[in-house]
């Protein structure tokens, strides 16, 4: 098929890779504009944009799609198909019409549950037993339209949303590489109106740890916003952000530290934290860590 691929991040590389392994003239690769990055703040392309490059493809990056340049542009090439995964560009009606079956986009929650910007981190957050890839047919709406295929796997007990982000996205992959390979015998099915939940963006405001809250719900924030913008505490003034944990048995005031290895009291329970970054440092296990900082047992979090 003549295909349109438009993604961004680290997450929709893959997902371009398989297309271009499976066959699909891949017309054109749409991704969003290299931003400063770095001490010198030099212009950096998109994950997307240097694989594309990488590949021979066309790429094309404009600041918006709602100029009617852009949108001719768009529909001179011909596409059978768009496939979208992590853009970041609300598409208009007329791009979205442009192809002749329409635009495909890889989310990576089962709809209706995670609708929005960050469906991996919220599912970590709140405790789901499993999640997911669709593939749904886009419509106006924010994550709205029907799906025309599922796959379900579920969450491991200590997996971050930087290990659960992999997964899916080689899972999207597949997924889609599946649906265009039989797009016209597949059948849309319209998402319910019930269990409709809308993953917010991640502020980064939510990302202090509350040593009171109860230890799963701790766990819980730690793996879900690892490995950005990964939750946070303060040891002795310097912020350090943990950025892996698991479940311990243990009791004391929250925050206190109830051994060498950094098991953690919480409100009820407690944590043991197993990764961990300094502020302007790299992330370390546990152990390496504390070869450094050497966090006894006693010592307090806030």
Known sequence: ?????MGTPDFSVPVL???VEAGHEVVAVYCQPPRPAGRGQK????????RAEALGLQVRYPVSLKTAEVQAAFAT???DVAVVVAYGLLLPQVVLDAPVQGCLNIHASLLPRWRGAAPIHRAIMAGDAE?????????????????LLRRETPIGAVETTAQLHDRLSVMGAAAVVDALGRLDS????PQP?????????????????DWSRDAVEVDRLIRGLSPFPGAWFVHEGVRVKALGSVLERGT???????DDALCVACGQGAVRLTRLQRAGKAAQDADVFQRGAQIAAGARLD
Request: glycine share 10%; net charge negative; with cysteine.
């Open 186 to 189: 597949l059948t849309p099915m």
């Open 77 to 79: 090439l011909g596409a």
């Open 252 to 258: 004391g005031a929250p925050g206190e530290v109830l």
């Open 43 to 50: 212009e950096r392309p998109s994950p997307v944009q240097a």
């Open 131 to 147: 999640t997911g890839v669709c593939i749904m047919q886009m419509e106006a709406g924010l994550d709205t339209g029907p799906v």
């Open 17 to 19: 890779e398989a297309l």
């Open 193 to 209: 109106e019930d269990g409709v939940t809308y993953a917010a963006k991640i502020d980064k405001a939510e990302a202090r740890i």
């Open 1 to 5: 098929m003549r295909v349109v691929f």
